[in-house]
T-cell receptor, first 115, second 115 residues
């Protein structure tokens, strides 16, 4: 069965610190997609990144970077030099074409960046 | 960039009333979804819809729920007789067929409050 685990419920960091949000997933399928979303207090889901299971290249986008490791079934997200505007809930999700493309979300990590 | 549009953004309804949540998916997308997020919890899959029929549904999606694509552009979620526990944020999403860079887009959500 598909499952996404975000073990960190809440994290607080001081502005300008780096922070890594962990994501571990489970699936028996070889083709799947991994996502990260940001949910600010206003409630919408803001897309951050998509990765397919055949592309293990790490990605950097500004202060954001992602480390995808199939060997450990992890897809971790690092924010470098955090800012107050990064405060939000972050969700990791798995999409599986074999189950109607539905998303399996983790429980989210609430990040607070303290000025 | 194309968006998934949801209306209304907020809805308050009395327990036992029927409610219809509306969504306009991205025009060239073929797969449509509804998700639910109870306050403070993770986002949960409700149903996926493809080729004018339900392709997958979760245990949450019981007989009180139904979906429809009445006119080729709108995608609706109906709750027949709302309960207090139906209070949640409801997200609509649409996607292309899975591919390495396939688009999967969430709307900004409808916050439903049942009183």
């Amino acid at each position: 069965a598909q499952k996404v685990t975000q073990a960190q419920t809440e994290i607080s960091v001081v502005e300008k610190e780096d922070v890594t949000l962990d994501c571990v997933y489970e699936t028996r399928d070889t083709t799947y997609y991994l996502f990260w979303y940001k949910q600010p207090p206003s409630g919408e889901l803001v897309f951050l990144i998509r990765r397919n299971s055949f592309d293990e290249q790490n990605e950097i986008s500004g202060r954001y970077s992602w480390n995808f490791q199939k060997s450990t079934s992890s897809f971790n997200f690092t924010i470098t030099a955090s800012q107050v505007v990064d405060s939000a809930v972050y969700f990791c999700a798995l999409s599986d074409p074999n189950t109607g493309n539905q998303f399996y979300f983790g429980t989210g990590t609430s990040l607070t960046v303290i000025p | 960039e194309p968006e998934v549009t949801q209306t209304p953004s907020h809805q308050v309804t009395q327990m036992g009333q029927e409610v219809i949540l509306r969504c306009v998916p991205i025009s060239n997308h073929l797969y449509f979804y509804w998700y639910r997020q109870i306050l403070g919890q993770k986002v949960e899959f409700l149903v996926s819809f493809y080729n004018n029929e339900i392709s997958e549904k979760s245990e949450i999606f019981d007989d009180q729920f139904s979906v429809e694509r009445p006119d080729g552009s709108n995608f609706t979620l109906k709750i027949r007789s709302t309960k207090l526990e139906d209070s949640a944020m409801y997200f609509c999403a649409s996607s292309e067929p899975p591919s390495p860079n396939y688009g999967y887009t969430f709307g900004s959500g409808t916050r439903l409050t049942v009183v």
